[in-house]
Nanobody
Framework: QLQLVESGGGLVQPGGSLRLSCAVSGFSLDHYVIGWFRQAPGKEREGVSCIILSNNSTFYTHSMRGRLTVSRDNAKNTVFLQMNKLKREDTAVYYC??????????????????????WGLGTQVTVSS
């Protein structure tokens, strides 16, 4: 059974940084895409980044490009989302999710949220002074 557990959220001042973790279990990382999403109060869940685990390709949403880095630690079966220069509008619950990789692993962008079948419970990120 696939399990994803996020951690690392918290309260940070504008301009600060956080590193979120997504610990995964129950599957081999190489056959999946891990996506990061966020949902602010009253808004739809939106994708912010993803990593194609078979080849380590990464994609980032335009609004956060240059402020995010996705990485992985195979030994710990964990995917990380480093977020820098955080803004108040980045306040949201952040989720990681898993999507089975497409045959051939060709991606020009992240899969849509509807292609992710398994989700963590989320971690709150609050950017405030």
């Amino acid at each position: 059974q696939l399990q994803l557990v996020e951690s690392g959220g918290g309260l940070v001042q504008p301009g600060g940084s956080l590193r979120l973790s997504c610990a995964v279990s129950g599957f081999s990382l190489d056959h999946y895409v891990i996506g990061w999403f966020r949902q602010a109060p009253g808004k739809e869940r939106e994708g912010v980044s993803c990593i194609i685990l078979s080849n380590n390709s990464t994609f980032y949403t335009h609004s956060m490009r240059g402020r995010l880095t996705v990485s992985r630690d195979n030994a710990k079966n964990t995917v990380f989302l480093q977020m820098n220069k955080l803004k108040r509008e980045d306040t949201a619950v952040y989720y990681c999710a898993a999507s089975a990789a497409r045959p051939g692993n060709y991606y020009s962008q992240c899969p849509t949220k509807y292609e992710f079948a398994d989700w963590g419970l989320g971690t709150q990120v609050t950017v405030s002074s």
